[in-house]
């Protein structure tokens, strides 16, 4: 037929689009598919490699400071301790340490009492206040009170602590030489020496040694009690003769048989530690009675901020954020939706909407924190607004969130077919009916998602905020617009701040429920967005 | 037969003085998109109780005249009118005459079937109800079912008023459409292009109705289709790059045009 077309052998006719070269060319081309299918997926695979890892990392983190562990106290608020006429400068918090020392009749000395004291918070006693003015019954008899413990002490429960130990059974003899104060320990075989120079022992004279405050602690638990090991050496007939102090007192100076004796081993030393050994037994020993309990951490959710770990909550946080964000909304939505229609429906096209369109998107980038210096000089200084108050963020955020909800609002309306502005008009409708019946309703959707992502961009902004105040330390939750207030992600920045382990958890149940909040409201923005979709 | 005998003339005569009134008028109408000239000084009237059809090529300007009856031109921001045109004698673009009820006295049926993504009841009811046509409910619901009588879509949609308008077929929403303008009672009806995305049977039901209507309504119908503008029309103006170049009883323009370009176009030499 052709010249581009020659026969060969009678197989298939050959073209330019059959022979050797355009194979080539195919192949190549397939190649660069390949290669970019490969690269988008190894991409995605990473993105979500990012993601998996940051929620697992928060997840993980945050799951402990979702419980928290009480005493179960047994509170003698008879008429003879509690005064009911009297509650005002009533010392609640003594009560409860009453009750607590009453569990340890041994612990006598004022020292030992204060350290005891700590294991409790802080805070149990304004807790208990408030119980009592809630339920006045509760005055006059015994009750069995949830006491919230200290930060520590509820870490270590959790077991969050690094680094205490486990107990392990001696394989060996112990036999106490008395049940109190510095006994002696005399050790069936001598296993225990080694034992001690893996742990930091210091070497005396004759084999002796000596554990400092330096080295680890080692406790000998048997008999129902603890002893702390200061000193071991040699004993007769390859025996170990240990000395030591009695944490918790024994039953009785019988010998423990080989396997009832248990020691445990804590490696970091009592001096580096935050929770000394005293502690550690006495817990184990409430603990063990069953006078823990842990529950759904309340004080978490429903208390405002605090200096103790264990008593900060972020409630207060959560009505800040929220009252922050109603005067975002009730200024942007309102303003830039007006703004949009007048711009896209009703503007002339001239140099001067060009200009202001030019501005709005402009002002989309500008980096947030020039808004919060913005609100500083102008709402606080000028108009002489109230510092930290949510009036005030809200309206540095709506500045934000204006160009947002403009441009958003903008694209749906133009998304709007001509043709059902034409059906208007051509039946009389003038041009705000057309626009207020027709063609709102069916950006709205649109207008909604753009205004929902907005507020969710305004929630978890932080620097402007931090310009206007909003970053101060407000125990009380906030009342109203006016009154001080903080929010979610202030919150986070000021607790990821703080150097106590008990706050680490805070903060990332914190981003945690920040993270909910913006989960529910881009899932409410695709669901207006799947549930208001029009055809037309 | 070019030759005429004088009792032909005199026939002629005679029907010219039978024609309807004129109910619009355009003269010297001329319309610049920009600096784009679009209209090149068109003269035409549109007859009472007539159909007029404007053909022509595409692009020749036939929408652009068709919008300029019910000045829906005013919404391009570019477009700029000269020229008169007038309704019942009166000037449509004089500043004293209010834009909505030019529109309710002059309605359009689009090319491409647009119902408002509302229920059919709602699609027939908006007119009416802001014009305030309708005293009652009761009133509003009459008009309703009226206006969908004339438009020959009440059997079928009569048990899914609250159904969306987008629902229904093609030629079902052309004829909501024509419902929809028929509602608020006007006087002139444009349609451009109607037809052009239906189907041939859907075609030959509004092309039914565009005859029905003929008796209550004027009508101008842009139509690409020269059987169409034959069949509905009674009197049709050709257009060709702007220029009105013929206009005239819809079986003399068909049979024996006076302009080659016409010949031509309803032949289909070009188009
Ligand atoms: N909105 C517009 N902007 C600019 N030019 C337009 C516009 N509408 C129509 N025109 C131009 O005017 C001329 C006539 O268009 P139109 O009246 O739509 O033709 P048709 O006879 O096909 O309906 C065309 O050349 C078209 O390009
Ligand atoms: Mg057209």
């Known amino acids: ?536 | 037969m070019n030759i005429m005998t004088e009792a032909g003339v005199e026939q002629k005569l005679a029907q010219r003085t039978n024609e309807p009134p004129i109910k619009m008028k355009g003269e010297k109408v001329n319309v610049h998109y920009g600096e784009k000239r679009a209209l090149f000084d068109v003269d035409l009237d549109v007859r009472e109780n007539q159909v007029t059809a404007l053909i022509g090529p595409s692009g020749c300007g036939k929408s652009t005249f068709l919008r300029c009856l019910n000045r829906m031109n005013d919404t391009i921001d570019i477009a700029r009118v000269s020229g008169k045109i007038t309704l019942d004698g009166e000037d449509v673009y004089d500043p004293k005459i209010d834009v909505v009820e030019l529109r309710a006295r002059v309605g359009m049926v689009f090319q491409k079937p647009n119902p408002f993504p509302k229920s059919i009841y709602e699609n027939v009811a908006y007119g009416p109800r802001i014009h305030g046509l309708a005293k009652s409910k009761a009133d509003l619901d009459g008009i309703v079912e009226s206006s969908l009588k004339k438009a020959g879509l009440f059997n079928e949609v009569k048990d899914r008023l609250l159904e969306s308008g987008t629902g229904l077929s093609g030629g079902q929403q052309q004829r909501l459409c024509i419902a929809r303008a028929i509602a608020v009672s006007p006087e002139v009806i444009l349609m451009d292009e109607p037809c052009s995305a239906l189907d041939p049977i859907a075609t030959a039901r509004v092309e039914e109705l565009i005859d029905e209507l003929r008796e209550n309504y004027t009508i101008v119908i842009v139509t690409h289709s020269m059987q169409q503008a034959a069949r509905v029309s009674q009197r049709t103006a050709m257009f060709h790059l702007g220029y009105l170049v013929e206009e005239g009883a819809t079986e003399k323009m068909f049979t024996n045009p006076d302009d080659k370009r016409t010949q031509d176009y309803i032949t289909g030499r070009f188009g």
């Open chain 1, 1 to 536: 037929m052709t010249d581009a077309i020659s026969t060969l052998g009678g197989g298939r006719p050959v073209s330019i689009h059959t022979d050797d070269a355009a194979k080539a060319r195919l192949k190549t081309r397939y190649a660069a598919e390949m290669r970019f299918k490969w690269l988008g997926a190894g991409a995605v695979a990473l993105a979500g490699f990012f993601l998996v890892l940051l929620l697992s990392t928060v997840v993980t983190q945050a799951w402990p400071a979702l419980r928290m562990n009480y005493l179960m106290l047994p509170l003698d608020l008879s008429a003879a301790k509690v005064d009911p006429a009297k509650l005002d400068g009533f010392d609640f918090q003594g009560v409860i340490n009453d009750a607590l020392a009453a569990e340890f009749p041994d612990v006598t000395s004022r020292q030992d009492r204060r350290l005891l004291r700590g294991l409790i918070s802080t805070g149990a006693g304004t807790f208990l206040r408030k119980d009592i003015a809630e339920d006045p019954g509760m005055l006059g008899t015994t009750v069995d009170y949830a006491v919230p413990l200290d930060d520590f002490a509820d870490l270590y429960l959790k077991g969050l602590l690094a680094d205490v130990g486990t107990d392990e059974a001696i394989a060996t003899t112990v036999t106490p030489s008395g049940t109190t104060g510095d006994i002696e320990l005399t050790f069936g075989d001598d296993a225990m020496l080694a034992l001690a120079r893996g742990h930091g022992a210091t070497e005396g004279e004759n084999g002796a040694l000596t554990l400092t405050s330096g080295a680890a602690s080692l406790l000998v638990a048997l008999n129902g009690g603890t002893v702390k090991l200061t000193a071991l050496a040699p004993g007769d007939g390859g025996t170990v003769v240990a000395k030591g102090l009695v944490i918790e007192a024994l039953d009785s100076n019988a010998p423990a048989a080989t396997g009832q004796a248990a020691l445990r081993v804590i490696d970091t030393p009592e001096s580096s530690r935050k929770i000394s050994d005293k502690e550690i037994v006495w817990l184990d020993r409430l603990q063990s009675e069953g006078l823990t309990e842990s529950r759904f951490n309340s004080i978490f959710f429903f208390t405002g901020a605090s200096r103790e770990p264990e008593l900060a909550g972020v409630w207060g946080a959560v009505v800040g954020s929220f009252l922050t964000m109603i005067v975002t909304l009730a200024i942007a939505f309102p303003i830039g939706v007006s703004a949009a229609i007048y711009l896209e429906e009703f503007a002339p096209k001239n140099r001067l909407t060009t200009i202001i369109e030019v501005n709005i998107n402009n002002l989309a980038a500008v980096p947030s924190i020039v808004f919060g210096l913005l609100g500083l000089a102008v709402f606080l200084n000028f108009f002489g607004l109230p510092r930290s108050a949510p009036v005030v963020g809200g309206m540095v955020l709506a500045l934000m969130t204006l160009p947002i909800i403009i441009i958003a609002s903008r694209a749906s309306l133009r998304a709007v077919p001509p043709s059902i502005r034409e059906a208007a008009l051509g039946i009389g409708a003038s041009k705000v009916q057309t626009v207020f019946h027709h063609v709102l309703p069916l950006a709205m959707p649109g207008i909604m998602t753009g205004t929902i992502l907005g507020m969710a961009h305004a929630l978890g902004e932080t620097a402007p905020l931090l310009m206007i105040g909003m970053v101060a330390f407000i125990v009380d939750i906030p009342g109203g617009f006016t009154d001080p207030a903080t929010i979610l992600p202030v919150q986070i920045f000021m607790w990821a701040d703080f150097p106590e382990p008990g706050f680490q958890q805070k903060t990332s149940a914190a981003i945690l429920i920040l993270l909910a909040f913006l989960v529910i409201m881009n899932a409410i923005a695709v669901i207006l967005r799947k549930r208001f979709e029009r055809r037309w």
